[in-house]
Structure formats: structure tokens, C-alpha cells
């Protein structure tokens, strides 16, 4: 293996101090203009390249970022979580990537113990802790949704037109011939179940639609959950499920309950990404483009770290109307906003 060529070849080669190299090749300190073309063109002949740790060690940089994954300790974090993580990442990484940063993705209690430049939470909730510390240390931190709490309204965190659309899908159920339409939902006090509840709310209140809310309870599969909603006296005749495993669940219930969809039920979900996953009905969906979002969340946090401001976060969602709420059987299919 060839020797890694250092400072001290460089100043060997041109007779120059050790701190008067570093200054030449760091554009720092007071060296002449000719000293420092001499250092450079040794430090070329030699084939000199820089130590990245010794120079992340003087900037305090090590070009790397991390994405906090929250929920790994939830039961069903698996399917529930990481569809929408596994697209976040990959569009962030790319970015990242493609400016020159690391990604590493990490849970939120061993954030503190990797170096790191800066962050990426996914849906902070109240009082997220890391939120607050990163600010208290000066470190970075960019957030998918925004921060919950009032003295974070500074830190940039990733918007959607996500209640628009909400209301757009949700009307679309009612026009389609339902008048009980439900939502199941986690427990999770995190920013997209909760604005996700509350866009639902104020549609129902605005349409007069009754508010029927399914959530699941510590420790309980969706499926439980779901049996239990397309089981009450009142059922409900359209669902709209949090994420694409409630989507399953629901269809599962139906199936065991002896309900068609969309004869007698019409489905709708959110979901990481608009492609269809081959249910055994089409679900429509309500897209989030998880993975536009990591991108744009790391281009946010590298624009930071190079200090600039990143501007307004905003990724417009996607809604894609399948079989399980055309009741004509046509699957019509439309981009969303």
C-alpha cells in the first residue's frame, strides 16, 4: 500500500514549517502569496489529499447526518413506520449523497452518542426533547412536520397540503354515497397522527358528518381495531385508515365480516407513496411522497450547515383514486394536488 502522503512530506519537500504548510493549504493565517502557490504546486507534485478526520476534527465537522427514528420500540413499528421511513431515507441518503454528506440513521436514544453535524426528526411530538437540546447545543436539526410546540415555530420543518387533500378525499366518499365516514387511527402523539385527527374532525363538523374514531390501544394489532369499527351497530360505510397497515386491516375485518368493498364499504388510506402494493382490492390513497420529503428535509439541513437559510419546506401531496371507493368498478385513477 502506497504511504499516505501528509503535511510533514509537504513541508519536508518545500523547507517550509509544518504550521506555515497548514496555513497555505487552509487559505489561513498570514502567508505570502508566492509561499502559498509553492506549497500548492508541491502538494499537487506530491499528491498530497487532505485528512478528513484530522479536518473535521479542526471544523468540528464529520459530514455526517442522522435521521431519528422514533417509533422502533412500537409493536408493530414494522410494517406500521417503516414503509414511510425506508422511502424517507432513501430520498434523503440520495441528497445527501449527491452534496457530499453521510447519512446514518439512528433511534432517538443513541443520537447524543454518534457525531453528528446536524439532524432530521420525523413527526416531533410535544416537547420533543431532541428538538430542544439540538437548539440549546447550536446543532441543526430540520424536522418532517412541523414542531408541535410554540417556541419551535423557528425550526424548518417539512409541510404538506396533507388536510387539503384530507378534505378533498374524504369529500369524495361522501359524494360517492356515504354518510358515516370513520377514521382509524394509532395512539401515537406524534405531529401526522394528530394533524391527521384534527383535519378529520373539522371536516365532520363542517359536513355533518358524525365523528367516528377507531384508535388502537396500547399493545393491540390493527386488526382487533378494525374488526371492532366495522362491527358496531352503527357501522360505518367509508373508513379512511392512518397508514397502509390499517389499510390491510381493514380489509382483512371486511373480508371476515362479509362486507364488499366498495359495495358496502369504501376504503381510503395514507400512505408513503402513490404505487400501488397489489391489495387484493386497490386501495385509493392519500400519498405523502415520504421520499421527496427525506429530500427536501436533507437538502434543508445541509443548506443549514452551510449557512443558509433553506426558505419554506412545503411537498404538495398526491391522491390517487383505485377500486376501493369507485363504486362503478371503473378504478379511476387522478393526481392529487
Given at each position: 500500500m502506497t504511504p499516505r502522503i501528509g503535511i510533514r512530506?509537504?513541508?519536508?519537500?518545500?523547507?517550509?514549517?509544518?504550521?506555515?504548510?497548514?496555513?497555505?493549504?487552509?487559505?489561513?493565517?498570514?502567508?505570502?502569496?508566492?509561499?502559498?502557490?509553492?506549497?500548492?504546486a508541491a502538494a499537487e507534485r506530491l499528491g498530497y489529499q487532505p485528512d478528513p478526520i484530522a479536518a473535521g476534527l479542526a471544523s468540528g465537522r464529520v459530514g455526517v447526518i442522522g435521521i431519528l427514528v422514533e417509533h422502533v420500540s412500537s409493536r408493530h413499528w414494522e410494517h406500521t413506520y417503516r414503509p414511510y421511513y425506508a422511502a424517507f431515507i432513501s430520498g434523503a441518503t440520495m441528497l445527501a449523497v449527491e452534496r457530499d454528506h453521510a447519512?446514518?440513521?439512528?433511534?432517538?436514544?443513541?443520537?447524543?452518542?454518534?457525531?453528528?453535524?446536524?439532524?432530521?426528526?420525523?413527526?416531533?411530538?410535544?416537547?420533543?426533547?431532541?428538538?430542544?437540546?439540538?437548539?440549546?447545543?447550536?446543532?441543526?436539526?430540520?424536522?418532517?412536520?412541523?414542531?408541535?410546540?410554540?417556541?419551535?415555530?423557528?425550526?424548518?420543518?417539512?409541510?404538506?397540503?396533507?388536510?387539503?387533500?384530507?378534505?378533498?378525499l374524504l369529500g369524495g366518499l361522501r359524494d360517492a354515497g356515504a354518510s358515516r365516514i370513520a377514521l382509524l387511527t394509532g395512539t401515537e402523539p406524534d405531529s401526522y397522527t394528530l394533524?391527521?385527527?384534527?383535519?378529520?374532525?373539522?371536516?365532520?363538523?363542517a359536513n355533518g358528518n358524525p365523528v367516528i374514531i377507531e384508535a388502537l390501544q396500547p399493545g393491540e394489532s390493527p386488526a382487533v381495531a378494525a374488526e371492532r369499527l366495522l362491527s358496531r351497530p352503527d357501522?360505518?360505510?367509508a373508513v379512511h385508515g392512518l397508514n397502509e397497515?390499517?389499510?390491510?386491516?381493514?380489509?382483512?375485518?371486511?373480508?371476515?365480516?362479509?362486507?364488499?368493498?366498495?359495495?358496502?364499504?369504501?376504503?381510503?388510506?395514507?400512505?408513503?407513496?402513490?404505487?400501488?402494493?397489489?391489495?387484493?382490492?386497490?386501495?385509493?390513497?392519500?400519498?405523502?411522497?415520504?421520499?421527496?420529503?427525506?429530500?427536501?428535509?436533507?437538502?434543508?439541513?445541509?443548506?443549514?450547515?452551510?449557512?443558509?437559510?433553506?426558505?419554506?419546506?412545503?411537498?404538495?401531496?398526491?391522491?390517487?383514486?383505485?377500486?376501493?371507493?369507485?363504486?362503478s368498478g371503473a378504478g379511476d385513477t387522478g393526481g392529487g394536488t
Open positions: 512530506d509537504v513541508a519536508r519537500a518545500t523547507g517550509l514549517s509544518i504550521t506555515t504548510v497548514s496555513h497555505a493549504l487552509s487559505g489561513k493565517g498570514r502567508v505570502s502569496e508566492r509561499t502559498r502557490d509553492v506549497v500548492r447519512v446514518v440513521v439512528l433511534p432517538t436514544a443513541l443520537w447524543g452518542k454518534v457525531p453528528l453535524d446536524g439532524v432530521i426528526i420525523v413527526d416531533p411530538a410535544h416537547g420533543d426533547p431532541i428538538v430542544t437540546e439540538c437548539r440549546r447545543r447550536g446543532k441543526p436539526v430540520v424536522t418532517d412536520g412541523k414542531p408541535l410546540d410554540p417556541d419551535c415555530a423557528d425550526v424548518p420543518g417539512i409541510e404538506s397540503d396533507s388536510d387539503e387533500t384530507l378534505h378533498v394533524d391527521t385527527e384534527r383535519a378529520y374532525r373539522s371536516w365532520a363538523a357501522r360505518p360505510d397497515t390499517y389499510g390491510e386491516a381493514l380489509l382483512g375485518a371486511a373480508r371476515r365480516l362479509g362486507l364488499s368493498i366498495p359495495g358496502d364499504l369504501l376504503v381510503t388510506i395514507m400512505c408513503e407513496t402513490a404505487e400501488d402494493k397489489h391489495w387484493e382490492v386497490p386501495l385509493s390513497v392519500l400519498s405523502l411522497e415520504a421520499e421527496r420529503r427525506g429530500a427536501v428535509a436533507a437538502a434543508a439541513l445541509v443548506d443549514l450547515l452551510s449557512g443558509e437559510e433553506p426558505g419554506r419546506l412545503r411537498v404538495p401531496t398526491r391522491l390517487v383514486i383505485r377500486e376501493s371507493t369507485s363504486r
